[in-house]
């Protein structure tokens, strides 16, 4: 009896207690610089944050991922936005994903998820694959494939998404 209610104290509690990021699933991934991240981790302050999977093979993710590098700082500037990169390169490749980040000249984080285990998880098929996520790290948009101009859309989102944040930050 004892223990029963103990499981269901416990059971309560979690319940109550839930992380608002469960759209995000919790995956162990490294790091450029051979760091262990947990993607549960993925935060921006409240700012919305882009995960975007890409693979060095893909010519339209890095030409992707270029655009969008282009503009970086416009976009924080603006929106506070986030970009996080994930590299879905197997082990033998993903050596050559730091040399590729550094001569791009891309400003953003990048995980490298070689086992793809965070591509599985996030039920990635084809790339490249963004993910928007609000403020408190709900998905709220997603889009697969580029083309030339794409990022702009991707952009408009973003600006939605800050202002959906602060149209609820003023309502509440």
Known sequence: MIVFLIFQGVFVFSQGTEDIRSDIPAV???????????????????????????????????RELSAISEVYEDWVDETGVKVIAVSIDDARSSARVLPTVRGRGWNFEVLLDPNGDFKRAMNVNLIPHNFLLDGNGKIIWQHTSFSEGSQHQL??????????????????
Do not use: Y
């Open 28 to 62: 162990f991934l490294k790091t450029l610089d051979g760091k262990t991240f947990n993607t549960a981790q993925i935060e921006n302050k409240g700012n919305p944050v882009i995960i975007s999977f890409f693979a060095l093979w893909c010519t339209p993710c890095l």
């Open 155 to 172: 952009f408009e989102m973003v600006k939605m998404a800050k202002a959906d944040k602060i149209l609820n930050k003023v309502t509440k």
